[in-house]
């Protein structure tokens, strides 16, 4: 149960899924199929999605790289929330929009896992949200020429760890793409 009163909604987030940030995306294809049935499966019940936008150098306000990936369907009716910072809590109005909206439970997807993605779902849990990661829909590039586990790694690492996340009077977790229901 979500700490946050009177929030009994769900609302799914699809993080900076933008041209370029999943261009060289670990299964990238199926990653976005997969958000597409979250987000269709969302529409169907009712249920807000909330896109989310890095800003950046690389990921300029209008320019290509930073434009939702053409295989997703934002709506004009949706909220959109720009960012700036890895959590799309900080310095941003997604608290407000969530707020706004009943919302105290998100089911999340996106780019980059080991980013953007695993930043917002600690900063959900920490606000008071539960959280579910939906396993096979987030993704990232492989970064380990610079270190980092390759993305097949990374994903599952994640995955893994999310899976037994906890704290106090919230839920988290993961689930599957085909595991998603909004009943």
């Known amino acids: 149960m979500t700490t946050l009163e009177n929030r009994t909604r769900t609302a799914v987030l699809v993080i ?7 261009a060289d995306g670990y299964k990238r294809d ?10 269709a499966r969302a529409r169907e019940a009712e ?14 306000s209008g320019e290509e790289a930073w434009k939702i990936a053409p295989e997703l369907d934002p709506r004009e009716d949706e909220p959109n929330v720009q960012k700036a910072y890895g959590d799309s809590f900080e ?14 439970s998100l089911v ?7 980013a953007c993605v695993r930043s917002t779902l600690h900063g959900a849990l920490t606000r008071g949200y539960d959280t579910v990661l939906v396993s096979d829909a987030h993704t990232t590039e492989d970064l380990s ?8 790694l990374v994903v599952a690492h994640t995955n893994l ?6 704290a106090p009077g919230r839920t988290a977790g993961t689930v599957e793409t085909k595991e998603v229901s909004f009943d």
Do not use: R
Not at 47 to 60: A, G, K, M, T
Not at 145 to 152: E, L, S, V
Not at 161 to 166: A, G, N, V
């Open 16 to 22: 900076d899924v933008q041209k370029g940030v999943v």
């Open 30 to 39: 199926e990653v976005l199929a997969n958000i597409n049935t979250v987000v």
């Open 47 to 60: 249920v807000p999605v909330v896109w989310i936008q890095h800003n950046s150098d690389e990921l300029v």
């Open 91 to 104: 310095d941003t109005k997604l608290e407000s929009v969530l707020a706004g909206l009943g919302v105290g």
């Open 108 to 114: 999340v997807t996106g780019a980059q896992t080991d």
């Open 145 to 152: 020429a610079y270190g980092a586990p390759t993305p097949d």
């Open 161 to 166: 760890y999310w899976k037994y996340q906890s």
